[in-house]
């Protein structure tokens, strides 16, 4: 949360992990975003980027691109939109959501699966693309995640917490970046469904939803993660 140009090396240095999310982009801490990204690069320190909203203007676009030159990323998270516009200029964001005529389907998950290897062999970055159907790919394998649920569209930061939840599970595996990538998408669905068997039950709308999915996170455990999980290999 240090985005002063001024701390953002000293405050990234005392950290395990970085997230570059570029949801309240400006001119002033788009400097910070470059320094922070050099230093853990520095460092050794894994970084995720979220490249909230890339596509829908051309600073966002711009910025998202330039960091992929100068940062080395772990891990890049986001919808299928954003992830196209970085990989070939071509997605069609809606605001931060992703435009429906980019969405993953069962029809369309071999080509996107296909792509997203791609992009991973090119960037050397683990990609999280996250939506109705979850993939989480590396040069040579995916992981498809079936987690969630359709509410968790209907809340803000949702998206911006799985990053962050990547970094973590990230920081705290470094050997195994594309399985604590996995296990984190994973983990932030799971407590989608939990949450919204608990809203269901306790009542409220979208509002008490996103509370009780800050509680579910807090509250899972290894056990619940393993048993609750729905994945497959390709």
Known sequence: ????????????????????????????????MFLAGKKSNMLGHPVVLDPVGAGASKLRTDTANKLLDEVKFTVIRGNISEIKTLAIGSGTTKGVDADVA?????????????????FSRKTGAVIAITGAIDLVAGENM???????????????????????????????????????????????????????????????????????LIDEVYNLNAADLTRGAKYEVR
């Open 1 to 32: 949360m240090a985005d002063d140009a001024g701390e953002a090396e000293e405050m990234t240095s005392i950290c395990s992990g970085l997230v570059i999310n570029i949801g309240t982009l400006n001119k002033k801490t788009i400097q910070s």
């Open 102 to 118: 980019d969405m993953v389907t069962d029809e369309t998950l071999d080509n996107v699966i296909a792509f997203a290897k791609e």
């Open 142 to 212: 995916a992981y498809i995640i079936r987690n969630g649920h359709p509410i968790m569209s209907k809340i803000t930061g949702s998206g911006c917490m799985l990053t962050v939840m990547t970094a973590a599970y990230v920081a705290s595996n470094p050997g195994s970046v594309i399985k604590a990538a996995a296990a984190s998408v994973c983990a932030m669905g799971l407590c989608g469904e939990l949450a919204f068997l608990k809203c269901k039950t306790a009542g409220g709308g979208n509002s008490s939803y996103r509370n009780y």
